[in-house]
Protein backbone atom coordinates (compact mmCIF):
# COMPACT_ATOMS: atom_id res chain seq x y z
CA UNK A 1 0.00 0.00 0.00
CA UNK A 2 1.56 3.11 -1.12
CA UNK A 3 1.36 6.39 1.27
CA UNK A 4 2.54 9.78 0.78
CA UNK A 5 3.06 11.47 4.04
CA UNK A 6 2.75 15.65 4.68
CA UNK A 7 2.70 17.69 7.26
CA UNK A 8 1.04 21.45 7.83
CA UNK A 9 2.71 22.26 11.10
CA UNK A 10 4.22 19.37 12.35
CA UNK A 11 0.36 18.31 11.92
CA UNK A 12 1.37 14.86 10.09
CA UNK A 13 -1.04 12.86 8.08
CA UNK A 14 -0.51 9.86 5.72
CA UNK A 15 -2.57 10.27 2.33
CA UNK A 16 -3.78 6.95 1.14
CA UNK A 17 -4.63 7.07 -2.46
CA UNK A 18 -7.76 3.70 -3.31
CA UNK A 19 -6.82 4.30 -7.27
CA UNK A 20 -3.19 3.01 -6.34
CA UNK A 21 -4.12 0.34 -3.61
CA UNK A 22 -6.77 -1.79 -3.00
CA UNK A 23 -6.04 -2.36 1.04
CA UNK A 24 -9.20 -1.80 2.54
CA UNK A 25 -9.33 1.73 4.99
CA UNK A 26 -11.54 0.52 8.10
CA UNK A 27 -11.20 1.55 12.32
CA UNK A 28 -8.40 -1.45 12.36
CA UNK A 29 -6.54 -0.68 9.43
CA UNK A 30 -5.97 2.87 10.44
CA UNK A 31 -4.98 2.27 13.98
CA UNK A 32 -2.36 -0.09 12.85
CA UNK A 33 -0.96 2.57 10.28
CA UNK A 34 -0.91 5.50 12.84
CA UNK A 35 0.02 3.30 15.70
CA UNK A 36 3.97 5.03 16.12
CA UNK A 37 6.45 2.80 16.27
CA UNK A 38 4.30 -0.33 15.40
CA UNK A 39 3.42 1.28 12.29
CA UNK A 40 4.18 4.59 9.96
CA UNK A 41 3.12 6.63 13.15
CA UNK A 42 0.44 9.51 11.63
CA UNK A 43 -2.00 12.32 12.98
CA UNK A 44 -4.36 10.68 11.11
CA UNK A 45 -4.68 9.28 7.26
CA UNK A 46 -6.62 10.79 4.51
CA UNK A 47 -8.32 9.01 2.05
CA UNK A 48 -8.95 9.88 -1.25
CA UNK A 49 -9.49 10.58 -4.06
CA UNK A 50 -12.82 8.77 -4.36
CA UNK A 51 -14.59 10.24 -7.00
CA UNK A 52 -18.68 10.53 -6.75
CA UNK A 53 -21.12 9.63 -10.11
CA UNK A 54 -21.47 13.71 -10.40
CA UNK A 55 -16.97 13.43 -10.79
CA UNK A 56 -17.19 15.60 -7.09
CA UNK A 57 -14.09 14.64 -5.70
CA UNK A 58 -14.32 13.21 -2.11
CA UNK A 59 -12.53 13.16 1.05
CA UNK A 60 -12.49 11.01 4.09
CA UNK A 61 -10.61 11.79 7.14
CA UNK A 62 -9.32 9.29 10.02
CA UNK A 63 -8.10 9.86 13.70
CA UNK A 64 -5.11 7.91 14.84
CA UNK A 65 -7.46 6.07 16.76
CA UNK A 66 -9.95 4.87 13.94
CA UNK A 67 -12.75 7.40 14.37
CA UNK A 68 -13.75 9.22 11.18
CA UNK A 69 -13.69 13.09 11.58
CA UNK A 70 -15.78 15.26 9.66
CA UNK A 71 -13.27 17.97 8.67
CA UNK A 72 -9.57 18.66 9.17
CA UNK A 73 -8.13 21.94 8.22
CA UNK A 74 -4.80 20.52 7.82
CA UNK A 75 -5.69 17.41 6.28
CA UNK A 76 -7.80 19.42 3.72
CA UNK A 77 -4.98 21.75 2.79
CA UNK A 78 -2.72 18.77 2.94
CA UNK A 79 -5.48 16.93 0.17
CA UNK A 80 -5.36 19.92 -1.89
CA UNK A 81 -1.76 19.64 -2.24
CA UNK A 82 -1.57 15.99 -2.86
CA UNK A 83 -4.35 16.27 -5.61
CA UNK A 84 -2.22 19.05 -7.25
CA UNK A 85 1.19 17.34 -6.38
CA UNK A 86 -0.41 14.06 -8.67
CA UNK A 87 -2.35 15.60 -11.65
CA UNK A 88 -5.61 15.66 -10.16
CA UNK A 89 -5.82 19.34 -10.33
CA UNK A 90 -4.20 22.28 -11.20
CA UNK A 91 -3.07 24.98 -9.02
CA UNK A 92 -3.99 27.57 -11.94
CA UNK A 93 -8.23 27.47 -9.89
CA UNK A 94 -9.67 27.10 -7.29
CA UNK A 95 -11.48 23.86 -6.72
CA UNK A 96 -13.56 21.89 -4.16
CA UNK A 97 -13.88 18.72 -3.01
CA UNK A 98 -16.37 17.32 -0.39
CA UNK A 99 -15.96 15.98 3.20
CA UNK A 100 -18.18 14.84 5.55
CA UNK A 101 -18.66 18.12 7.12
CA UNK A 102 -19.40 19.77 3.82
CA UNK A 103 -17.92 21.28 0.72
CA UNK A 104 -14.20 23.42 1.03
CA UNK A 105 -12.53 24.86 -1.76
CA UNK A 106 -8.20 25.27 -1.85
CA UNK A 107 -6.84 28.14 -3.69
CA UNK A 108 -3.17 26.79 -4.53
CA UNK A 109 -0.87 29.66 -4.43
CA UNK A 110 1.98 28.52 -3.35
CA UNK A 111 1.91 24.60 -2.77
CA UNK A 112 4.72 24.69 -0.21
CA UNK A 113 4.11 27.77 1.26
CA UNK A 114 0.55 29.50 0.73
CA UNK A 115 -2.55 26.97 0.54
CA UNK A 116 -5.86 29.03 1.08
CA UNK A 117 -8.94 27.08 2.00
CA UNK A 118 -12.39 27.99 2.43
CA UNK A 119 -13.30 26.19 5.44
CA UNK A 120 -17.59 26.67 5.20
CA UNK A 121 -19.09 28.26 7.94
CA UNK A 122 -18.85 28.28 11.59
CA UNK A 123 -21.76 27.73 14.07
CA UNK A 124 -22.11 27.66 17.65
CA UNK A 125 -25.57 26.02 17.69
CA UNK A 126 -25.86 23.58 19.95
CA UNK A 127 -27.54 20.99 17.58
CA UNK A 128 -24.86 21.65 14.82
CA UNK A 129 -22.38 20.91 17.22
CA UNK A 130 -23.77 18.71 18.91
CA UNK A 131 -23.59 19.60 22.74
CA UNK A 132 -26.72 18.35 25.13
CA UNK A 133 -29.46 20.70 26.39
CA UNK A 134 -31.67 23.02 24.94
CA UNK A 135 -31.05 24.17 21.38
CA UNK A 136 -28.78 27.50 22.08
CA UNK A 137 -26.08 28.97 21.03
CA UNK A 138 -22.92 27.61 23.52
CA UNK A 139 -20.87 30.85 23.74
CA UNK A 140 -19.91 31.62 27.79
CA UNK A 141 -21.29 28.49 29.06
CA UNK A 142 -20.22 26.92 32.46
CA UNK A 143 -18.74 23.75 32.81
CA UNK A 144 -17.72 21.34 35.33
CA UNK A 145 -14.94 19.33 34.21
CA UNK A 146 -12.69 16.95 35.88
CA UNK A 147 -13.42 19.06 39.56
CA UNK A 148 -12.70 22.42 37.80
CA UNK A 149 -15.21 25.12 36.39
CA UNK A 150 -14.42 26.46 33.45
CA UNK A 151 -16.34 28.75 30.70
CA UNK A 152 -16.49 27.40 27.41
CA UNK A 153 -17.75 28.54 23.81
CA UNK A 154 -18.52 25.79 21.50
CA UNK A 155 -17.81 25.80 17.82
CA UNK A 156 -18.78 23.57 14.81
CA UNK A 157 -16.42 23.71 11.70
CA UNK A 158 -18.45 20.49 10.05
CA UNK A 159 -16.15 18.57 13.66
CA UNK A 160 -16.73 19.56 17.23
CA UNK A 161 -14.62 22.53 19.23
CA UNK A 162 -14.90 23.65 22.58
CA UNK A 163 -13.07 26.28 23.06
CA UNK A 164 -11.58 27.69 26.61
CA UNK A 165 -10.47 31.11 27.03
CA UNK A 166 -7.25 31.29 29.72
CA UNK A 167 -5.18 34.01 30.73
CA UNK A 168 -2.55 31.24 31.40
CA UNK A 169 -1.93 28.12 28.23
CA UNK A 170 0.37 25.46 28.56
CA UNK A 171 1.01 22.00 27.02
CA UNK A 172 0.09 20.43 30.39
CA UNK A 173 -3.03 22.27 30.70
CA UNK A 174 -4.06 20.24 27.31
CA UNK A 175 -2.88 17.42 28.57
CA UNK A 176 -4.70 17.43 31.78
CA UNK A 177 -7.77 18.82 31.12
CA UNK A 178 -7.96 17.88 27.26
CA UNK A 179 -9.28 14.40 27.60
CA UNK A 180 -11.60 14.89 30.45
CA UNK A 181 -13.59 17.56 27.84
CA UNK A 182 -13.05 15.20 24.81
CA UNK A 183 -15.28 12.90 26.70
CA UNK A 184 -17.56 15.33 28.63
CA UNK A 185 -21.06 13.81 28.65
CA UNK A 186 -22.20 17.48 27.31
CA UNK A 187 -20.90 16.15 24.05
CA UNK A 188 -22.39 13.25 22.74
CA UNK A 189 -20.11 12.97 19.76
CA UNK A 190 -17.13 13.64 21.54
CA UNK A 191 -15.37 17.12 20.85
CA UNK A 192 -12.01 18.78 20.20
CA UNK A 193 -10.38 20.93 22.17
CA UNK A 194 -8.77 24.09 22.45
CA UNK A 195 -7.24 26.27 25.70
CA UNK A 196 -7.09 29.66 24.25
CA UNK A 197 -5.32 32.72 25.06
CA UNK A 198 -5.84 36.03 23.52
CA UNK A 199 -2.71 37.80 22.72
CA UNK A 200 -4.13 41.22 21.04
CA UNK A 201 -7.07 42.18 18.49
CA UNK A 202 -4.91 40.19 15.85
CA UNK A 203 -3.07 37.15 17.65
CA UNK A 204 -4.21 34.41 19.54
CA UNK A 205 -2.49 30.84 20.92
CA UNK A 206 -3.58 27.83 21.39
CA UNK A 207 -2.78 24.41 22.76
CA UNK A 208 -4.64 21.62 21.26
CA UNK A 209 -6.61 18.57 22.37
CA UNK A 210 -7.68 16.43 19.45
CA UNK A 211 -10.51 14.03 19.44
CA UNK A 212 -9.29 10.88 18.62
CA UNK A 213 -5.93 11.79 18.35
CA UNK A 214 -4.53 13.66 21.45
CA UNK A 215 -2.34 16.56 21.74
CA UNK A 216 -1.16 17.93 18.69
CA UNK A 217 1.11 20.54 17.42
CA UNK A 218 -1.13 21.91 15.33
CA UNK A 219 -4.97 22.05 13.92
CA UNK A 220 -6.50 23.73 11.38
CA UNK A 221 -10.14 23.46 12.22
CA UNK A 222 -9.10 23.89 16.03
CA UNK A 223 -7.81 27.34 14.55
CA UNK A 224 -10.98 27.94 12.66
CA UNK A 225 -12.62 27.50 15.76
CA UNK A 226 -10.95 29.25 18.11
CA UNK A 227 -10.55 32.17 16.40
CA UNK A 228 -14.22 32.40 15.24
CA UNK A 229 -14.51 31.93 19.47
CA UNK A 230 -12.73 34.93 20.00
CA UNK A 231 -14.44 37.31 17.37
CA UNK A 232 -17.76 36.23 18.82
CA UNK A 233 -16.73 37.24 22.15
CA UNK A 234 -15.52 40.41 20.83
CA UNK A 235 -11.87 40.00 21.86
CA UNK A 236 -10.36 39.95 18.52
CA UNK A 237 -11.19 41.63 15.18
CA UNK A 238 -12.16 39.14 11.76
CA UNK A 239 -8.37 38.50 10.90
CA UNK A 240 -6.14 36.76 13.47
CA UNK A 241 -2.90 34.87 13.63
CA UNK A 242 -3.43 31.77 15.68
CA UNK A 243 0.22 30.43 16.71
CA UNK A 244 0.26 26.58 17.55
CA UNK A 245 3.39 25.06 18.89
CA UNK A 246 3.81 24.03 15.55
CA UNK A 247 4.04 27.23 14.07
CA UNK A 248 1.10 29.65 12.26
CA UNK A 249 -1.96 29.93 10.42
CA UNK A 250 -4.00 33.02 9.32
CA UNK A 251 -7.96 33.02 9.65
CA UNK A 252 -10.29 35.40 7.97
CA UNK A 253 -13.76 35.07 9.33
CA UNK A 254 -16.12 36.68 6.25
CA UNK A 255 -19.91 37.33 6.25
CA UNK A 256 -22.20 34.75 8.06
CA UNK A 257 -18.62 33.29 10.39
CA UNK A 258 -17.70 32.02 6.57
CA UNK A 259 -13.76 30.72 7.40
CA UNK A 260 -10.83 31.01 5.49
CA UNK A 261 -7.66 29.92 6.86
CA UNK A 262 -3.84 29.96 4.89
CA UNK A 263 -1.06 27.90 5.89
CA UNK A 264 1.70 26.00 4.29
CA UNK A 265 1.80 22.30 3.72
CA UNK A 266 5.34 20.09 3.61
CA UNK A 267 5.64 16.82 1.55
CA UNK A 268 7.70 14.88 3.52
CA UNK A 269 8.06 11.48 2.01
CA UNK A 270 6.67 8.77 0.02
CA UNK A 271 6.49 4.73 1.00
CA UNK A 272 4.70 1.53 1.31
CA UNK A 273 2.80 0.14 3.68
CA UNK A 274 3.82 -3.46 4.75
CA UNK A 275 1.01 -6.15 4.68
CA UNK A 276 3.09 -7.66 8.24
CA UNK A 277 1.36 -4.84 10.24
CA UNK A 278 -1.74 -5.75 9.32
CA UNK A 279 -1.06 -9.15 10.92
N1 LIG B 1 -5.89 17.98 12.73
C1 LIG B 1 -7.11 18.37 12.16
C2 LIG B 1 -8.38 17.92 12.82
C3 LIG B 1 -8.59 16.42 12.59
C4 LIG B 1 -9.94 15.91 12.97
C5 LIG B 1 -10.24 16.00 14.44
N2 LIG B 1 -9.34 15.24 15.26
C6 LIG B 1 -11.68 15.53 14.69
O1 LIG B 1 -11.90 14.40 15.15
O2 LIG B 1 -12.59 16.32 14.40
C7 LIG B 1 -7.14 19.81 11.68
O3 LIG B 1 -6.09 20.28 11.24
O4 LIG B 1 -8.21 20.41 11.64
Not at 84 to 96: A, H, K, L, M, T
Not at 172 to 180: F, Q, R, S, T, V
Not at 236 to 261: F, P, R, S
Request: overall charge negative; glycine content about 10%; hydrophobic content about 40%.
Amino acid sequence: MDFYRYHGLGNDYLVVDPNKTSVPINEESVRAICKPHFGEGADGVLYGPLFTKSGDIQLRIFNPDGSEAEKSGNGTRIFARYLVDEGYRNSVEPFSFQTLGGMVTAHVIDRRNKIVMDMGAATFLSTKIPVLGEEREVVNEHLAVNGRKLTVTCVSMGNPHCVVPVNMLSKDLALEMGPHLENHAMFPNRTNVQFMRVIDRHHIQIEIWERGAGYTLASGSSSCAAAAAAFRLGLTQNTVKVQMAGGELEIVILDNYKIQMTGPVVFVSKGVLSNEIFA
